[in-house]
């Protein structure tokens, strides 16, 4: 009984001691995290936009030149982040990749279709193969492609020169689909709130 | 003569266990799903062998020192909860301090506490031995456990990719051998490490 006792008593005190240092971690980080995920999402949409900053100036800068707006529609938030003097737009995205969710930021130029940047802020795909997904160098080939009105972008190890298409990855084929299928879905569920939004703008 | 009776000391013999008599992946085979996982560039295996080199090194510490007050039967969860606990503490502080490298090794991190070199280190030493030969104990396995990942990285990375931390070292037209940069690739060159490792230092099976 009394070695019940013992052992009862050390693993609430393993509990007790383990999960106060992971909230006190939690207390200490969880401001700083916030902030640099905050900074990633600027940073992200400045890049975007082609509007220079520095780490001291992003969130005045951001305040000035992109205007925010959050859409309700079935009981969800859509955020798009709007470029003041230009129209161009971005919007995050998430999804399932292979080993864990793609997280980024898609941004596209005023006529809606076309890509003006792509940029990954987190995965967990195969370090080397699928992991490429987040590279700056196999993103650029998104700028400049189109969704198409149906199909939206066809991510794929064998283009045909068509606009809409991009290189998948060597060697990530998984990763490729399920980043294709992310953007494609991410796309036209904004797409679709956008047109929404506005044509009950004009309505109004 | 310091030599020799350096050869003699406790310390010295866990250092040589770590690192070569008993070393973790090619003589013990442990933390083999990491080794595959991320040795097909080299930055990943310094990075993952930094990584658990720290864990093992603060969760061995950590159960040597309570070692007396560890009951049996719950020995096994203690462990796991002491490197969990250690390992999302690095993650959090790397995202709040570090996010660049944050995002570099986030997947890595998670890994760690699936190493089984760290529950093995707690189990077959830490629970048994003083905090300073533990700390020793969880050097010497990490180094260990890293030189091996640092090795095969350079083959699997220059024969992948055709760089070493993304330097160039293949001469130009070099076409890259996909297969080094997946699983199969690594076992290829894990099985052919540990078969001259184990050659070179006299290390067999024993017959049974």
Redesign the interface.
């Known amino acids: 009984m009394n070695r019940h006792v013992k052992t009862l008593v050390f693993v609430i005190m393993l509990g007790a001691i383990t999960s106060g240092t992971l909230l006190g971690m939690d207390y200490w980080t969880a401001d700083y995290i916030a902030a640099n995920e905050e900074y990633q999402v600027r940073s992200a949409v400045l890049d975007a936009y082609g509007i220079s900053y520095t780490p001291g100036n992003v969130h005045d800068v951001y305040e000035e030149r992109v205007e925010e707006i959050v859409i309700e529609s079935n009981g969800v938030s859509y955020t798009f982040y709007v470029d003041r003097e230009h129209g161009n737009v971005s919007f995050g995205f998430e999804g399932g990749g292979v080993w864990g969710p793609i997280t980024g930021m898609l941004s596209l130029e005023d006529d809606w279709v076309t890509i003006r940047q792509v940029r990954v802020l987190s995965q967990s795909e195969t370090p080397g193969l699928g992991g490429v997904v987040a590279e700056r160098d196999y993103l650029a080939q998104y700028v400049g492609v189109v969704f198409d009105e149906e199909n939206g972008i066809n991510v794929t190890h064998s283009p045909e020169g068509d606009d809409s298409e991009v290189d998948a990855i060597t060697g990530g084929t998984r990763t490729s689909n399920a980043f294709q299928t992310i953007l494609n879905d991410t796309y036209f569920d904004y797409k679709d709130v956008w047109e929404t939004y506005m044509n009950e703008g004009d309505a109004s | 003569m310091k030599l020799i009776r350096m050869k003699y000391t406790k310390w010295f013999n866990i250092s040589r266990d770590g690192l070569s008599k008993n070393n973790p992946i090619v003589i013990a085979v442990l933390g083999i799903c990491s080794a595959l996982?991320?040795t097909?560039?080299v930055d990943?295996a310094i990075a993952m062998g930094i990584g658990v080199t720290f864990v093992i090194v603060a969760s061995s510490s950590v159960i040597s020192l309570i070692r007396n007050?560890?009951?049996s039967?719950?020995r096994m969860?203690?462990y796991m909860?002491?490197i969990?606990?250690f390992v999302?503490?690095v993650q959090?502080?790397l995202?709040?301090?570090f996010?660049n490298q944050a995002?570099e090794l986030?997947?890595?991190v998670?890994l760690i506490i699936t190493n089984c070199i760290v529950m093995g280190r707690s189990e077959a030493f830490a629970i048994k031995n003083p905090v300073k030969y533990s700390i020793v104990d969880g050097f010497a396995n990490g180094f260990g456990y890293m030189f091996v990942l640092i090795f095969i990285a350079i083959i699997r990375e220059s024969l992948?990719?055709g760089t070493i931390l993304n330097y160039r070292v293949m001469p130009e037209g070099w076409t890259n051998w996909?297969i080094m940069?997946?699983a199969p690739g690594g076992f290829f060159v894990l099985g052919m490490f540990i078969w001259i490792f184990r050659e070179l230092s006299n290390n067999f099976e024993e017959q049974v």
């Open positions: 996982a991320i097909n560039r990943n007050f560890v009951p039967k719950v969860v203690t909860v002491i969990s606990t999302i503490s959090m502080f995202e709040a301090f996010p995002s986030g997947a890595y998670g992948a990719f996909t940069a997946i």
